[in-house]
Nanobody, 123 residues
């Protein structure tokens, strides 16, 4: 079993900043790519940013220059620093990771999602 737990969401005024964290735990052998996605009310889930195990990053055009994704491989944690927040950034933010688990000598490739954390940008 592998779990992802997000934290750091909340209410912030336009122009403000938040930092999201997502920690992976459980029977982890290795973690490949990690990423953040978001889903606004009535909208489909969309990619925000991804980071490879080597540190290569990719961002949605809507957040380039404002958001920064990073990871701490020793802590199995990925972060999303969000600056210059806009009302349109309001959404539930989900963490995702490609995990190789090891249990009882068996290895499995898993795609794991966190439970989501709500970010509200409003004055």
């Amino acid at each position: 079993q592998v779990q992802l737990v997000e934290s750091g969401g909340g209410l912030v005024q336009p122009g403000g900043s938040l930092r999201l964290s997502c920690a992976a735990s459980g029977s982890i052998f290795s973690i490949r790519g990690m990423g953040w996605y978001r889903q606004a009310p009535g909208q489909q889930r969309e990619l925000v940013a991804t980071i490879s195990s080597a540190g290569s990053t990719n961002y949605a055009d809507s957040v380039k220059g404002r958001f920064t994704i990073s990871r701490d491989n020793a802590k199995n944690t990925v972060y999303l620093q969000m600056n210059s927040l806009k009302p349109e950034d309001t959404a539930v933010y989900y963490c995702n990771a490609g995990v190789v688990s090891r249990e009882g000598g068996f290895y499995r490739n898993l795609g794991v999602w966190g439970q989501g954390t709500l970010v509200t940008v409003s004055s």
